[in-house]
């Protein structure tokens, strides 16, 4: 069975800080990952996904996540954050059609 | 890119009539869909996934005789909610898996509060 754990159900940054957002996850075979991100009531927008090939995957917004098999984790990272990247963040397993869900990570930018 | 329509996207209805939610794939051709509900401030709870043609599948504890699933085409499923009562106000969300792909593109979703 798969699983994802959002370390922090609240991250809060200065605005220009780094953002870094946990993600592990347990399956028992490869995965793919995903970060989807919610803007108050609005569906999820896809920031990046990791099928296979380069661990380190770039989205949009500047968003960039790394998978690291050996520590099991997917975190997001954006080198400078703005106001606009206040929002709830979604980390995703997937494996045959079955998507899990963490329980989210809502993200607070300050000026 | 992928576009994933939701109607209505909030809808107001009184305890015991049943409401009926589309979700359409705009510009792509689409399986299999699948239907979440999100409670606020939670994650995404899978409800059930639908492939076209066929019934579809529900998530253990998901009442299939009241959250009645249609995926009658490649671009369209509609999410019926049968007798609602209050607790059934929730936000639901759908998505669409593109034929050729492993990625799931999701609609805006859709407010339901049931008086």
């Known amino acids: 069975a798969q699983s994802v754990t959002q370390l922090g159900s609240h991250v809060s940054v200065s605005e220009g800080a780094l953002v870094l957002l946990r993600c592990n996850y347990s399956?028992?075979?490869?995965?793919?990952l995903f970060w989807y991100v919610q803007y108050p009531n609005q569906g999820l927008q896809l920031l990046l996904k990791?099928?296979?090939?380069?661990?380190l995957v770039k989205g949009i917004n500047g968003f960039e996540a790394e998978f690291k098999k050996s520590e099991t984790s997917f975190h997001l990272t954006k080198p400078s954050a703005h106001m606009s990247d206040a929002a709830e963040y979604f980390c995703?397993?997937?494996?045959?059609?079955?998507?899990?869900f963490g329980a989210g990570t809502r993200l607070t930018v300050k000026p | 890119g992928a576009v994933v329509s939701q109607h209505p996207s909030r809808v107001i209805c009184k305890s015991g009539t049943s409401v009926k939610i589309e979700c359409r794939s705009l510009?792509?051709?689409?399986?299999?869909m699948f239907w979440y509900r999100q409670f606020p401030k939670q994650s995404l709870m899978l409800m059930a996934t639908s492939n076209e043609g066929s019934k579809a599948t529900y998530e253990q504890g998901v009442e299939k005789d009241k959250f009645l699933i249609n995926h009658a085409s490649l671009t369209l499923s509609t999410l019926t909610v049968t007798s609602a009562h209050p607790e059934d106000s929730s936000f639901y969300i759908c998505?669409?898996?593109?034929?050729?792909?492993?990625?799931?593109?999701f609609g805006p979703g859709t407010r339901l509060t049931v008086l």
């Open positions: 510009d792509f051709q689409a399986t299999t």
């Open positions: 995703a397993v997937s494996f045959n059609n079955d998507m899990r």
């Open positions: 399956s028992s075979v490869p995965p793919y």
């Open positions: 990791y099928t296979t090939g380069a661990t």
């Open positions: 998505s669409a898996r593109r034929a050729s792909t492993d990625t799931q593109y």
